[in-house]
């Protein structure tokens, strides 16, 4: 099964994020936590591919949860299972949407959104076209901070050189996505999004018998914390 996540289609993997709300409201004990953490886990070292994201992005599920885990024991009377269970739920909540979050792919998932689910086409257009732009974030702040840095304007090594030069690229990469967005308005404009009203698609949205089974376990994992709760009540 190694892998599978990487097979199926957008759509499964935001159900999958989302079933995820579903079983941290069902967390409400330590043992319920537990089980529950230890089995999104299992799953995700099953099923996600080998190379699917930076793992370093799952430490920020690690700080949430030790933070709202402190947070609980320090304002709650010091009760360590009771923050221990708070800051698992959140490790349940989290930890489903960051593992699959890399695997999304905007225009996969704005065929599936205008296909199958049937949304309105320039919802769904803007949509995959933010979504874009969302990824080219990162590759575009490393393109302002090296000419920067070529024209002798890099930060030094102290706090407060570090902070101008984190501040002037923001402002640069605030204007760049200002003009990229007009651009690309523009663009649309000229072919037809703002007035048509029927719109075809240029790639089939399939479902596939691996899309079904990927969300039956998804939905059977949700209901683990409930299934656990009923048996120790």
Aim: proline fraction near 5%; aromatic fraction near 6%.
């Amino acid at each position: 099964m190694n892998g599978v996540l990487g097979r199926v289609n957008p759509l499964v993997l935001v159900a999958v994020g989302l079933l995820a709300l579903i079983a941290s409201l069902g967390v409400r004990s330590l043992t319920s936590a537990v089980i529950t953490s230890c089995v999104y886990v299992l799953a995700g070292l099953l099923m996600l591919p080998a190379r699917s994201g930076r793992p370093i992005r799952f430490a920020t599920v690690l700080l949430a949860s030790v933070s709202v885990a402190y947070s609980t024991w320090l304002l709650g009377g010091g009760h360590l299972d009771v923050a221990a269970t708070a800051g698992l739920r959140i490790a349940v909540l989290a930890l489903p949407g960051i593992a699959v979050a890399p695997l999304i792919e905007p225009m996969a998932l704005a065929d599936q959104l205008g296909q199958r689910l049937r949304l309105p086409h320039r919802f769904v257009v803007s949509f995959a076209a933010a979504l874009q732009r969302f990824e080219q974030l990162g590759q575009t702040w490393q393109h302002l901070s090296r000419a920067r840095r070529s024209r002798g304007f890099g930060p030094g090594r102290g706090p407060v050189s570090r902070t101008r030069h984190a501040s002037s690229v923001t402002f640069g990469l605030l204007v760049t996505t200002m003009r990229e967005a007009t651009s690309a308005s523009i663009a649309m404009d000229a072919r037809g999004f703002a007035h048509a009203h029927r719109r075809t698609w240029a790639e089939p949205a399939p479902w596939t018998r691996t899309d079904t089974t990927v969300l039956l376990l998804g939905a059977l994992v949700a209901t683990v914390p409930y299934v656990v709760e009923a048996l120790i009540s």
